[in-house]
């Protein structure tokens, strides 16, 4: 199973590094910056299974990381928790109006913050399994929970990585992604594989789509991408 990757924006360095060490200690992949700026280009280059956001941050406040992201249908499906000091009522309120989905506030026990982070990650879960069960793009089918895929109703046969890379790629059209982000996103991160070995399961991945392999697209000297749309 593809480890969780969360995002932390959080500018103080002793909260910081007791929520990666939790999270990380739960199983977490867990990725930390300390600007609101910086939380904003992190989430739309990685598209977190979670963000962990707090609300005063330096250069943009959380409440605006918010908003622009829950305002872009690209990263509106991102999870939001927020991190709130006492006395903020009314932004805990405006931002779950944006879209936020829980708060904690500070100080706060870390069985609860944790417990608040699995309770989002299932509701997410059973979500995308429910809703987003199979993806369908004109003749290619992917079935997420049978591991399936079809092209034109056939079945086509893929390896495990192969489908992996698949369901990563086509979940986000027309995003771009590094060989790294492929491999930390189906292998999780600090797993050993060259650029090569990730080129070589692209060609089988291609191959055996066969004549919908152009939805596989190259984008050179960056990486792979889905394509948006392949009339």
């Not at 600007?35 to 409440?63: C, V």
């Not at 290619?140 to 390896?159: A, S």
Request: charged share 30%; proline share 3%; hydrophobic share 40%.
């Amino acid at each position: 199973m593809t480890q969780k990757q969360i995002l932390v924006v959080e500018d103080e360095e002793d909260i910081q590094e007791l929520l990666k060490y939790n999270l990380a200690k739960e199983g977490y992949q867990v990725h930390c910056v300390g600007s609101g700026e910086a939380g904003l280009q992190e989430a739309r280059k990685m598209f977190p299974d979670l963000l962990i956001l707090d609300l005063m941050l330096p250069e943009m406040n959380g409440l605006e990381v918010c908003r622009q992201l829950k305002s872009d249908s690209k990263t509106q499906p991102i999870p939001i928790i927020m991190l709130t000091a006492k006395g903020e009522e009314s932004d805990i309120i405006l931002g779950l109006e944006m879209g936020a989905d829980d708060y904690v506030t500070k100080p706060f026990s870390v069985q609860v913050f944790l417990s608040r982070v699995r309770a989002v990650l299932r509701r997410k879960q059973e979500t995308e399994s429910t809703e987003s069960d199979t993806l369908n793009f004109a003749d290619l089918k992917i079935h997420l929970g049978k591991h399936e895929v079809r092209v034109k109703e056939e079945l086509i046969k893929l390896t495990y990585t192969e489908f992996m890379i698949l369901e990563f790629l086509s979940k986000r059209p027309g995003w771009v992604f590094t060989r790294g982000q492929i491999v930390d996103a189906v292998r999780g991160d600090g797993y050993a594989i060259t650029d090569r070995a990730v080129d070589f399961q692209i060609v089988g991945l291609r191959k055996n789509l066969g004549a919908v392999s152009k939805y596989i697209e190259t984008v050179r000297g960056v990486g792979y991408r889905f394509a948006e749309s392949n009339e």
